[in-house]
Each structure stands twice: as structure tokens, then as C-alpha cells.
T-cell receptor
Framework: LAKTTQPISMDSYEGQEVNITCSHN???????ITWYQQFPSQGPRFIIQ???TKVTNEVASLFIPADRKSSTLSLPRVSLSDTAVYYC???????????????FGGGTRVLVKP | DTGVSQNPRHKITKRGQNVTFRCDPI?????LYWYRQTLGQGPEFLTY????????KSRLLSDRFSAERPKGSFSTLEIQRTEQGDSAMYLC??????????????FGDGTRLSIL
């Protein structure tokens, strides 16, 4: 699985947009980019997944440039409850790809302040 | 709630005892994964099942660990002769492998194991 690099921590304020950039220079052709959110004492929660360009759902947007060597998770108008650890993962989601096990890094700790 | 369910949520035991955790995946999901997470770290893969077949085990899964998924539904993870280093959060995830791709994994809230 491609290795990812993301900031260790970020601070923001309520109502602001938070953008977390993840580097994955060795991403493979068949790799997808997936983001998870984790609150203390809870399991990771799937946020969004994409392959290229832009993906948007009800909670976040994912921007992926043409070279796919990085991606940016955008959280619009964050609230205090968005304080969490955010993990960026890359991996092949094809059925035959080694069980599709997830390899987590250390994540980005986002603190939203009032 | 139709998410992944794990029991118990917390387990405290003495070193040397055996413990067993249960995971009930999302009902239509045919893949089930176990991960371990220690404080301040991301989850680490332990093993996964496709239906009832255990298809991959991590080197982290020592001989004291065993996992089962009878009938391809719920799964159990047993740790025998627990050690201090086994203290961690044990997470279960499930996904639907459909067609050519594996859908995103959905996690339970884990079982936190504390070894005294």
C-alpha cells in the first residue's frame, strides 16, 4: 500500500473551513484515496473516497489533482463536534487486492476551537 | 442500529487469563476484519474473513490469538494467556465485496482490553 503523509495536527475555529492535505507520492494506478474520522473511544468512521478530480458528499469534499500524488479533504464550516483524528489512506479496492486491508498512519488531529 | 456491533465494550482482566470478543458485522457484508489500536496510533490490521474463510493473518497475530467466523456471520477473537502488551482497543470492521471492488469498511466502536 502507498505510504501517506499528513500533518500531525491542525487547529481551527467554529464556522471555518478546514482543509487537510495528504501526500501519497507513490500512489499506484489502481489505488483509491479514502478518509476516515475517529473520535476518542470510537471506531473510525468512513467519510469519503475518491479516485480523481473532486468528490463531494453531505459532510465533506475530496479534491484530487491530476497527478494524484496528493489529496485534500475539505470540511466546510466546522463545529466543535468535528474535533477528531482524520486518517488518509490509499489502497487498491479491487476484490483481488490482498484482502483490501487498511493501513493507517498516525492521522491528523484536528482541534476546533470556539 | 444496523452498524457493526462489538461486545463487550470494555474488558479488564488479569495477566494470563483468556478473553474473547465478539463482532456482529453489518448483515449483508461478506468481509470482516479485525484491527488493533494502541493509544495515539492508527489501527493495525490483524486478520480478515471472506464469509467464513479466514484469508489473511498479520504477523501481529501471534499463536495466542485465534479468530473465527462460523457460518460467515458474527466473528470472535480470542486471546489466550493475555500479556500486558495485549492492552489495546480491538476494532472490527466489515465490508461488502461486490462485483469487482470492495466497498469501504465500516468499523464498530471496539472492545477496549486492559490487562492488570
Amino acid at each position: 500500500l502507498a505510504k501517506t503523509t499528513q500533518p500531525i495536527s491542525m487547529d481551527s475555529y467554529e464556522g471555518q473551513e478546514v482543509n487537510i492535505t495528504c501526500s501519497h507520492n507513490n500512489i499506484a494506478t489502481n489505488d483509491y484515496i479514502t478518509w476516515y474520522q475517529q473520535f476518542p473511544s470510537q471506531g473510525p468512521r468512513f467519510i469519503i473516497q475518491g479516485y480523481k478530480t473532486k468528490v463531494t458528499n453531505e459532510v465533506a469534499s475530496l479534491f484530487i489533482p491530476a497527478d494524484r500524488k496528493s489529496s485534500t479533504l475539505s470540511l466546510p464550516r466546522v463545529s466543535l463536534s468535528d474535533t477528531a483524528v482524520y486518517y488518509c489512506l490509499v489502497g487498491d479496492i479491487r476484490i483481488k487486492a490482498a484482502g483490501n486491508k487498511l493501513t493507517f498512519g498516525g492521522g491528523t488531529r484536528v482541534l476546533v476551537k470556539p | 442500529d444496523t452498524g457493526v456491533s462489538q461486545n463487550p465494550r470494555h474488558k479488564i482482566t488479569k495477566r494470563g487469563q483468556n478473553v474473547t470478543f465478539r463482532c456482529d458485522p453489518i448483515s449483508e457484508h461478506n468481509r470482516l476484519y479485525w484491527y488493533r489500536q494502541t493509544l495515539g496510533q492508527g489501527p493495525e490490521f490483524l486478520t480478515y474473513f471472506q464469509n467464513e474463510a479466514q484469508l489473511e493473518k498479520s504477523r501481529l497475530l501471534s499463536d495466542r490469538f485465534s479468530a473465527e467466523r462460523p457460518k460467515g456471520s458474527f466473528s470472535t477473537l480470542e486471546i489466550q494467556r493475555t500479556e500486558q502488551g495485549d492492552s489495546a482497543m480491538y476494532l472490527c470492521a466489515s465490508s461488502l465485496a461486490l462485483g469487482a471492488s470492495n466497498q469501504p469498511q465500516h468499523f464498530g466502536d471496539g472492545t477496549r482490553l486492559s490487562i492488570l
